[in-house]
């Protein structure tokens, strides 16, 4: 695993570098760090020498990295190791920042970059707010127009917790010494904001101060007085915005009948800045005691702040100086070319300011435009389609094209209207559009041609969007018809030689499955845990021409037995080959072996390490299930299974998308290659517009490219599946015992004074150190003390856990018990053996496969063991557990997502029954403290809580102390 670092430079931008502790060590000078690598990431590669922490002559592995045969006790010590980097301008780092790298493929951020993702996220939020304000920075000779925040109240607050969450590596530099916390967060902080700032702007190229207030060019021209003025006038507005409580409030009105030439307006108010909707017009702000006693507690003179406002945006929109020429400014008339370009310009300027803006609901991303509609048709049957040698994304289909005006298609004479109208705003049907003569030249030229184009252009709508139109409507018909909509695909027969009744949904998936084979195309089958997906790619199997080839199935290994009992039960006529194990077929017994089955089951290591050998294999369909085992495109094993020859490939996954938008493209470069273009055009044009800048357009285009081809259906639709039964969560909660309290408390004073002495890498591991052996005194004393003393009596939780048990065992029912520790998961089996006098299974990453699959089918049989005790680790995934109703999870993960993974072992198709699911929670203890924070801040879980708990070592003690302490109120005496 690779772990990526941060360093914050003094002259901005950002430095990263790669650890990875699995590269030998040897052969390196005593000056380079010995597993420091460059990262993969776009940007100018270098080498720099940064003080990090070491210990023996050698630099420590970060915490990510962490070996449990490292030295337990090493002081560590500040000393310069060279390393290579890559350097990042603010506005790439920004970008970097924002869409992190998936964790789970074998990268991961290190502490300052997650702490650098949080302040960039804290920019972001900043700039949504207006909490920013423009600035003047360099000197005089280069000048530079900036963008700075405006931190008052809250904000303040957000930022000093942000600050003191800074890890301590995170100060480290070039010259020797440590730099201060508050001069690094200020730098990444203000030139964060200022990149978030342009990103948010349209650019201007102008070479002025606001014009280089967007874009990525900083510089501008000014003379020493201009600049001079400027500064003074912006230190005032400055001071302004983050003591004032009102701002200048601008709302544009359309005009009152467009064919008499009426003006545009703009409307002139206040607004209170935490109260957006006081808004006082400038009427009422004039008759000054109507204004005074609306805006009473926000300031005393409203018509001077009034005034004052207006100067400020007078700087940023010029024609304001037009109102202010008015005794009484209330509001500023237009013609449509200047109401053109506020809408456009201005009103954006004005909002990145901390104005308070508001534009007609038509304008910006649902403004009504000229758009492009598309009629097509497959010039022959479908029959003679599928017999074709073009067949897939290069299938020629017949087009022709038409102008559109949302749901209206534009008659020639409209469109001849248009073509005169020099206006950059016009009417067309009660609508107002944004035209542009050259996009509207471009469409008219566009509907001239008519002919064949292929189905990737289809579906990027590429002849459009190379004339700057967007697509708003496909008409289509014959077998392109059932590509676009897949409710218009015809529904194949259950396959005879299924074993069992395919659901309605399961039904539909096949043939959609079926209609994209004959075509070539691939397909994503995302349908939601516990759907059936196993079932509905065998009955695929099913239909298989005879002769046509086998299907080689790539799995987590977790998975194979499954795949085997599944076949076994839906499909026994299908002749299933398992490539596995050391002693698995190779050279010509495996060719014999693949020749006489019709399914080859393999798993995701195997088939990369045996690439060679698969890929002499002619397959009729490769299908790789848990698909996002390849999200990392880059990876060995992901390269490997997309070179695999196959006519087609199916990627199977309940998670299409787990934490960016890059593991959607590389699990439909496998499907379909070529669909989404190269990985760095699908950055462009799809991942940096909709993961930074929340791009609703890009989104729907990316959707609609990629709908045909992915399949979601999810189990709590009722549409779906109306017989699946409920899922009842709670929080179950217990006391600790006075030894429990009494062991607690003791971690905690001892922890709590060795963390407030220590720094770096030690203060880490301190932490989580302390957090594991508060949860499992949590659990029991015997988990945290190792001596194999009794259990009974002396754990709140399996106090609880007995009563529990034993009302599930009256009932008749099952229950699957899950924690992350597999020792305590022995110590409960022999335990609750003992107890109830029943067998207890217990599953953890020790036991075989063979174990494994013996272990699941006892216990789904009807007088199988009624209780399965599960590390988190091996039985969170990959098994079907129906014969269980309840659910407990003795000690929390605290990742809603892993949780949620377990439960549905039991919570899937074929369960009859409500699933109760359990999470167990010690009262007053550091576990009822953070299960609250998931969830009273689920937002805020998902997104730092959710990676795990390498976030609580970035608190500070103060606020480790607080999530630490012992309420002793919630202890049993």
Not at 165 to 174: I, L, N, Q, Y
Not at 377 to 402: F, R
Request: proline share 6%.
């Amino acid at each position: 695993m690779l772990v990526t670092h941060g360093v914050w430079r003094a002259a901005g931008g950002l430095a990263l570098w790669a650890e990875d502790s699995a590269l030998p060590a040897s052969g390196k000078s005593r000056t380079i760090h010995p597993y420091a690598v460059a990262p993969d990431v776009p940007g100018k590669p270098g080498e720099a020498t940064f003080l990090l922490p070491s210990a023996g002559g050698r630099p420590l592995e970060s915490p990510e990295l962490f070996r449990e045969d490292a030295p337990a006790h090493r002081t560590p010590k500040l000393a310069p190791w060279r390393v290579p980097v890559v350097d990042l301008d603010v506005d790439e780092a920004l970008l970097f920042l924002l869409t992190p790298p998936d964790e789970a493929g074998g990268t991961e951020f290190g502490g300052t970059l997650r702490h650098l993702a949080e302040v960039a996220r804290y920019a972001v939020d900043l700039v949504a707010r207006g909490r920013v304000v423009p600035t003047v920075g360099g000197d005089d000779e280069v000048p530079l127009a900036l963008w700075r925040p405006v931190l008052t109240g809250e904000d303040r607050q957000w930022a000093q917790a942000l600050l003191h969450a800074m890890p301590p590596v995170g100060r480290t530099s070039e010259t020797g010494e440590l730099r201060p916390a508050e001069e690094v967060f200020a730098q990444a902080l203000d030139a964060l904001a200022d990149a978030a700032a342009r990103a948010a702007l349209p650019a201007d190229d102008a070479d002025t101060w606001p014009g280089a207030l967007t874009g990525t060019r900083r510089e501008f021209t000014a003379t020493p007085e201009q600049l001079a003025r400027l500064r003074h006038d912006l230190d005032q507005w400055t001071r302004d915005a983050a003591a004032g409580s009102v701002r200048a409030f601008f709302r544009l009105v359309e005009p009152l009948d467009p064919e008499a030439d009426d003006p545009w307006r703009v409307e002139l108010s206040l607004q209170a800045a935490d109260e957006p909707s006081l808004v006082v017009p400038a009427e009422d702000i004039w008759e000054s005691e109507r204004g005074h006693t609306a805006l009473a507690r926000y300031l005393d003179a409203p018509q001077e702040t009034f005034l004052a406002e207006l100067g400020r945006a007078a700087r940023l929109w010029p024609h304001l100086d037009r109102a202010l020429a008015a005794a009484r400014p209330a509001d500023l008339p237009l013609d449509t070319t200047e109401a053109h370009t506020f809408l456009r310009d201005s009103a954006p300027l004005l909002a990145g300011a901390g104005f308070g803006v508001l534009l007609p609901k038509w304008w910006g991303k649902t403004a009504a435009k000229i758009g492009a509609r598309l009629t097509a048709k497959s010039p022959t049957a479908p029959a003679t389609v599928a017999n074709s040698t073009t067949l897939g994304l290069d299938a020629m289909i017949d087009y022709e094209w038409q102008l559109a005006l949302g749901d209206h298609t534009l008659t020639e004479a409209e469109l001849k209207r248009l073509a005169k109208v020099k206006a950059p705003l016009v009417r067309v049907r009660g609508q107002w559009v944004e035209l542009d003569p050259k996009r509207l030249a471009a469409g008219l030229a566009l509907m001239a041609t008519k002919g064949q184009m292929s189905v990737l252009d289809l579906l990027t709508g590429a002849p459009a969007a190379a004339a700057g139109l967007p697509v708003v409507e496909v008409q289509a018909s014959g077998w392109v018809r059932g590509l676009l909509d897949g409710e218009k695909i015809s529904q194949l027969e259950q396959p005879s030689r299924f074993v069992g009744a395919l659901r309605p949904y399961q039904m539909r998936g096949m043939s959609w499955i079926a209609f994209l084979e004959r075509f070539g195309l691939g397909a994503v089958l995302a349908d939601d845990m516990g759907l059936g997906k196993t079932a509905s790619m065998l009955a695929v199997m099913l239909n298989d021409p005879s002769g046509s080839g086998p299907t080689l199935l790539v799995c987590p290994m977790s998975l194979v037995g499954n795949w085997q009992r599944e076949a076994a039960k839906f499909a026994p006529a299908l002749r299933v080959h398992v490539h596995h194990g050391a002693e698995r077929a190779q050279g010509e017994s495996f060719v014999r072996a693949v020749r006489d089955a019709d399914l080859v089951v393999t798993t995701y290591a195997l088939a990369a390490r045996d690439a060679a050998a698969l890929s002499e294999i002619q397959w009729h369909r490769v299908v790789v299930d848990e698909a996002q085992a390849i999200k990392n495109a880059a990876t060995r094993q992901a390269v490997a299974i997309r070179s695999l020859p196959a006519r087609h490939k199916i990627a199977v996954t309940g998670t299409p998308v787990e934490n960016r938008l890059a593991d959607l493209w590389a699990i439909m470069e496998f499907a379909n290659p070529g669909l989404l273009g190269p990985a760095s055009e699908f950055k462009r044009a799809y991942a940096e517009p909709i993961q930074r800048q929340g791009d609703q357009q890009a989104a729907e285009r990316l959707r609609r490219l990629t709908q045909p081809f992915v399949l979601r259906r999810l189990k709590t639709d009722k549409s779906i599946i109306s017989d699946l039964p409920e899922k009842l969560e709670m929080e179950v909660v217990c006391n600790l015992t006075a030894e429990q309290a009494t062991l607690y408390q003791a971690i905690v004073d001892d922890a709590l004074a060795a963390i407030e002495g220590a720094e770096g890498i030690e203060r880490k591991g301190l932490v989580l150190a302390t957090m594991t052996k508060l949860k499992q005194v949590c659990n029991h004393p015997a988990q945290l003390l190792r001596d194999g003393s009794r259990l009974a009596g002396r754990s709140g939780k399996l106090a609880r856990l007995e009563e529990i048990l034993e009302e599930v065992l009256e009932a008749g029912e099952k229950a699957l018990l899950f924690s992350q520790y597999a020792e305590f998961g022995g110590a409960l089996q022999a335990y609750l053996t003992g107890r109830f006098g029943r067998e207890v299974l217990f599953l953890h990453g020790g036991v075989a496969k063979a174990g494994r699959d013996e272990m699941v089918s006892r216990f789904q049989t009807d007088d199988g063991p009624p209780i399965f005790v599960l590390s988190l680790k091996a039985g969170g995934t990959g098994l079907t557990l129906t014969a269980a109703n309840h659910v407990i999870h003795v000690d929390r993960w605290w990742n809603p997502a892993v949780e949620d993974q377990a439960t549905d072992r039991a919570f899937r198709i074929g369960q009859k029954r409500n699933v109760q699911v359990r999470k167990f929670v010690c009262a007053g203890t550091v576990e009822e403290r953070i299960s609250a924070m998931l969830a009273d801040k689920r937002e805020l879980a998902d997104r730092i809580v959710g990676t795990g708990e390498g976030w609580i070592t970035e608190l500070s003690t103060d606020d480790l102390r607080d999530l630490f302490t012992l309420d002793r109120s919630a202890v049993v005496e």
